[in-house]
């Protein structure tokens, strides 16, 4: 079973930064060429959106308008671990954070972003950006 696990967010004023990881057990990121990875947020009352996802073949970046330029998605192939550098934060950016993991292989039940099925998500992690 695949296992996401978020961690980093927490309570900042605006203005403020944070970096979110997300640690991946059973699931190595580089192992298929159709592998993809992406930070998705849902704040109260709201879809679930994407902030950002990328490809393990490099196909693309992809960034939502909304944070485009102040937000960055790495990862670090030894540690299996993905990251969300957010800087210049807003009270917009409150939500919960959520990892996920998949590929572009079509995936029964998986949520489709771009060209990836994301069919691992993890628990998600709470922002909050006060005034």
């Known amino acids: 079973q695949v296992q996401l696990v978020e961690s980093g967010g927490g309570s900042v004023q605006a203005g403020g930064s944070l970096r979110l990881s997300c640690a991946a057990s059973?699931?190595?990121?580089?192992?298929?060429?159709?592998?993809?990875m992406g930070w998705f947020r849902q704040a109260p009352g709201k879809e679930r959106e994407a902030v950002a996802r990328?490809?393990?073949?490099?196909?693309?970046?992809y960034y939502a308008d909304s944070v485009k330029g102040r937000v960055t998605i790495s990862q670090d192939n030894a540690k299996n671990t993905v990251y969300l550098q957010m800087n210049s934060l807003n009270p917009d950016d409150t939500a919960m954070y959520y990892c996920?993991?998949?590929?572009?292989?079509?995936?029964?039940?998986?949520?489709?972003?771009?060209?990836?099925?994301?069919?691992?998500w993890g628990q998600g992690t709470q922002v909050i950006v006060s005034s």
């Open positions: 059973r699931y190595t990121y580089t192992s298929d060429s159709t592998n993809c």
């Open positions: 996920a993991a998949g590929s572009r292989r079509w995936a029964g039940g998986a949520l489709k972003s771009g060209a990836c099925y994301f069919a691992y």
């Open positions: 990328f490809y393990s073949d490099g196909y693309s970046t």
